[in-house]
């Protein structure tokens, strides 16, 4: 199937029942949302997981169309060109070589030439590249203070923690509540690391996206009655070391990244 960039080709799979059972009014309300990347397929339980698995991997959301993410990329390596890399390495952790910057994404090394091109690697998508950019421009070196907050008490938080929980934590608990052993293969690929954890969690483990903007992820599994549980928490210092544009990126970006590993990976 080609790729989805209209909430029309989305309608097309739907019943169109109107039953509401996804909390929309309509089928078409439901389509648009999905396609806005505001809902999830897998809230219309009338699809199948063939549907949502090789669908939703298609669909591109409004502000991905690759045209505007490219030009958005462009004008990100604009910026760069001509900033003094010795100072950006000192400031974001990374290493000054040759001329170039050498940048841990994922405890992985990028290389970042004089030209803003960047080689790894990892497959470098938009959602990645844009905070790596974002990371080295904007970066403000500040040292991290081991003080894990949620994004809702991130300085501009507020604003993006409706659309944070729906886009990254709930599609996230949902894959782990389906693919417990995931975080074992997800803790080998992205080089996350097992933490202690003080608040009763199953699960604990922190990433490292870029070195002076980790996150933590913490998943308790369903108890006794009581439904599972995952939330994401960022070193207090996030807001000061990456913009909150690339925050949520990185965060809706990870869950792709794992809702593939658990289609190849699932049992
Ligand atoms: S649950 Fe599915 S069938 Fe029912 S209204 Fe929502 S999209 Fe339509």
Same mark, same amino acid.
Request: proline content about 4%; overall charge negative; glycine content about 6%.
């Given at each position: 199937?080609?790729?989805?960039?209209?909430?029309?080709?989305?309608?097309?799979?739907?019943?169109?029942?109107? !039953?509401?059972?996804?909390?929309? $009014?309509? !089928?078409? /309300?439901?389509?648009? @949302?999905? =396609?806005?990347?505001?809902?999830?397929?897998?809230?219309? $339980?009338?699809?199948?997981?063939?549907?949502? #698995?090789?669908?939703? @991997?298609?669909?591109?959301?409004?502000?991905?169309?690759? #045209?505007?993410?490219?030009?958005?990329? +462009?004008?990100?390596?604009?910026? &760069?060109?001509?900033? +003094?890399?010795?100072?950006?390495?000192?400031?974001?952790? %990374?290493?000054?070589?040759?001329? @170039?910057?050498?940048?841990?994404?994922?405890?992985?090394? /990028?290389?970042?030439?004089?030209?803003?091109?960047?080689?790894?690697?990892?497959? &470098?998508?938009?959602?990645?590249?844009?905070?790596?950019?974002?990371?080295?421009?904007?970066?403000?070196?500040?040292?991290?203070?081991?003080?894990? &907050?949620? &994004?809702?008490?991130?300085?501009?938080?507020?604003?993006?923690?409706?659309? =944070?929980?729906?886009?990254?934590?709930?599609?996230?608990?949902?894959?782990?509540?389906?693919?417990? +052993?995931?975080?074992?293969?997800?803790?080998?690929?992205?080089?996350?690391?097992?933490?202690? #954890?003080?608040?009763?969690?199953? /699960?604990?483990?922190?990433?490292? $996206?870029? /070195?002076?903007?980790?996150?933590?992820?913490?998943?308790?599994?369903?108890? #006794?009655?009581?439904?599972?549980?995952?939330?994401?928490? =960022? +070193?207090?210092?996030?807001?000061?070391?990456?913009?909150?544009?690339?925050?949520? %990126?990185?965060?809706?970006?990870?869950?792709?990244?794992?809702?593939?590993? @658990?289609?190849?990976?699932?049992?």
């Amino acid at each position: 199937m080609s790729p989805v960039n209209n909430a029309m080709d989305i309608l097309k799979l739907l019943p169109k029942t109107n !039953c509401r059972e996804c909390r929309e $009014p309509t !089928c078409l /309300v439901f389509a648009i @949302a999905a =396609f806005q990347g505001k809902k999830e397929l897998r809230d219309c $339980p009338y699809l199948s997981k063939e549907v949502i #698995d090789n669908v939703g @991997a298609k669909i591109q959301h409004p502000e991905e169309s690759s #045209d505007e993410l490219n030009e958005h990329i +462009d004008s990100l390596k604009q910026g &760069m060109i001509g900033i +003094d890399f010795a100072q950006a390495a000192r400031r974001t952790g %990374a290493e000054y070589v040759n001329g @170039a910057l050498i940048i841990k994404v994922f405890g992985k090394d /990028v290389r970042i030439d004089k030209n803003a091109n960047l080689s790894s690697d990892i497959h &470098m998508h938009p959602w990645i590249i844009i905070p790596i950019l974002n990371y080295v421009l904007n970066c403000s070196g500040l040292a991290l203070t081991g003080q894990w &907050m949620p &994004m809702r008490d991130l300085r501009d938080g507020m604003a993006w923690n409706g659309l =944070f929980e729906q886009r990254c934590e709930k599609p996230l608990k949902k894959i782990l509540d389906e693919h417990i +052993d995931l975080f074992q293969i997800m803790t080998q690929i992205f080089n996350a690391r097992e933490v202690e #954890d003080d608040f009763g969690a199953d /699960v604990s483990i922190v990433l490292a $996206p870029l /070195v002076k903007f980790p996150i933590l992820i913490r998943y308790w599994k369903p108890d #006794d009655g009581l439904e599972s549980n995952l939330n994401v928490y =960022f +070193d207090s210092t996030a807001q000061d070391n990456l913009d909150i544009n690339s925050i949520f %990126a990185l965060g809706a970006g990870l869950v792709r990244m794992f809702e593939k590993i @658990a289609v190849t990976h699932g049992s």
